[in-house]
């Protein structure tokens, strides 16, 4: 059975151990969170990947300082019928 979760997209905030500061979009919620540091335990890196534009990116841990996952505000677009 496949999980289904509902479509949010949040903004990551890397700060690199040389003080470089730089975000990223994801389509993930926060929950997201836990995951990505348990991958970064296992394979060293953390990946971020966003499914709407098929882009991915993967940081190197040693690389990081910190990072947080903020959840964005999704805006869906109504047409207006005649009725």
């Known amino acids: 059975m496949v999980k289904k979760y509902p479509k949010s ?19 993930a919620g926060v929950s997201i969170s ?20 098929k882009q991915s990116i993967n ?9 947080t996952v903020k959840e964005q505000q999704l805006y869906i677009d109504h047409e207006e019928t005649d009725g």
Do not use: W
Not at 9 to 27: A, L, N, P, Y
Not at 34 to 53: I, M, N, P, R, W
């Open 34 to 53: 836990k995951y990505l540091c348990s991958e970064a335990a296992t394979t060293g890196f953390v990946s971020l990947q966003d499914y709407d534009t």
């Open 9 to 27: 997209v949040s903004k990551v905030t890397i700060t690199f151990m040389d003080g470089e500061v730089r975000e990223f979009m994801m389509t």
């Open 59 to 67: 940081v190197p841990v040693v690389n990081i300082r910190d990072f």
